[in-house]
């Protein structure tokens, strides 16, 4: 089993809808959660950091994390075509460890 | 400042030879990440510095891959006598230790081992 799993996808929704991303991970000692975004041929963009358990929500973006199930989530409101991208979820440690990254959930959204 | 730099953006080999990718982080950052990512897969780690120190390795940075940051300013990751397994996109991330965790990207090193 690998510390992250992440449905790999494709994901393709309507324009508006509401997009919801999802990682397990096996680690309990897992601390730091975050999402990235990864746009075709370029480098992973911080979206959310969070610390713990609990929401926390950016513009359209909101980010779960229930370490009880070990389960984390993004939910995307009102998603945009230039919503289409890869999502990554990254875990971490203590801070001096290097994140761990699931595979990625390809999303397209139609106009 | 413009963010993570990463050159050459691609590089085409023949199997066997030496490669050296760059990496200039955000000046500020005293952290400084190699990762390696190929089609369909996220981002797995190789390496990391803080300053020019290199704190921790992975298992996957064969005795063929080494990674130097002089000065704990750029960042370089050489791979000798490349193998068709190294195809893949070597990124390089930055940050501040005092935030580990909010790393920013470069665009990356596309890696083509013919």
């Known amino acids: 089993q690998k510390e992250v799993e992440q449905d790999p996808g494709p994901l393709s929704v309507p324009e508006g809808a509401i997009v919801s991303l999802n990682c397990t991970y096996s680690?309990?000692?897992?601390?730091?959660f975050m999402w990235y975004r990864q746009y075709s041929r370029k480098g992973p963009e911080l979206l959310m950091y969070?610390?713990?358990?609990g929401n926390k929500e950016d513009g359209r973006f909101t980010a779960q994390v229930d370490k009880s199930s070990k389960y984390i989530s993004l939910f995307i409101r009102d998603s945009q075509p230039s919503d289409s991208a890869t999502y990554l979820c990254?875990?971490?440690?203590?801070?001096?460890?290097?994140?761990?990254f699931g595979k990625g959930t390809r999303l397209s959204v139609i106009a | 400042d413009t963010g993570v730099s990463q050159n050459p953006r691609h590089k085409i080999t023949k199997r066997g030879q030496n490669v050296t990718f760059r990496c200039d982080p955000i000046?500020?950052?005293?952290?400084l990440y190699w990762y390696r990512q190929t089609l369909g897969q996220g981002p797995e780690f190789l390496t990391y510095?803080?300053?020019?120190?290199?704190?921790?390795k992975s298992r996957l940075l064969s005795d063929r891959f080494s990674a130097e940051r002089p000065k704990g300013s750029f960042s370089t990751l050489e791979i000798q006598r490349t193998e068709q397994g190294d195809s893949a996109m070597y990124l390089c991330?930055?940050?501040?230790?005092?935030?580990?965790?909010?790393?920013?990207f470069g665009s990356g090193t596309r890696l083509t081992v013919v």
């Open positions: 991330a930055s940050s501040l230790s005092d935030r580990p965790y909010g790393y920013t």
């Open positions: 680690n309990s000692a897992f601390q730091y």
């Open positions: 969070t610390y713990s358990s």
């Open positions: 990254a875990m971490g440690l203590s801070g001096n460890t290097p994140l761990v």
């Open positions: 000046s500020e950052h005293n952290r």
């Open positions: 510095f803080q300053n020019e120190a290199q704190l921790e």
